[in-house]
């Protein structure tokens, strides 16, 4: 059984920082690109970031980019998304997801989702 597990959201002030993990098991974990989603409340749910499966290629949105940064363990099959500069804009559910295909942006393109993790940055 496929399972994402989200784990690392809370409440933090604009500026401040917080690093999500999202521990996989059921699937070969080193053979797939991992990305990083977040969705808005009555938004579409928009890429953040990825990493390819043996870590050499990153990926980012442009509006995170230079503030947050995607990595992953495949020893311990888990990704990792540290933010910092966190703004009010940033808040959202943030969801990891796996990707048989390297860089992909697009929500269509990855087969297995987590349940999500709340991110809210007051401001």
């Known amino acids: 059984q496929v399972q994402l597990v989200e784990s690392g959201g809370g409440l933090v002030q604009a500026g401040g920082s917080l690093r999500l993990s999202c521990a996989a098991s059921g699937f070969t974990f080193n053979t797939y690109a991992m990305g990083w989603f977040r969705q808005a409340p009555g938004k579409e749910r928009k890429f953040v970031a990825a990493?390819?499966?043996?870590?050499?290629?990153?990926y980012y949105g442009d509006s995170v980019k230079g503030r947050f940064t995607v990595s992953r363990d495949n020893a311990k099959t888990t990704v990792y998304l540290q933010m910092n500069s966190l703004k009010p804009e940033d808040t959202a559910v943030y969801f990891c997801a796996a990707s048989k295909w390297t860089g992909q942006t697009d929500p269509d393109d990855y087969d297995y989702w987590g349940q999500g993790t709340q991110v809210t940055v007051s401001s």
């Open positions: 990493i390819s499966w043996n870590r050499s290629t990153t």
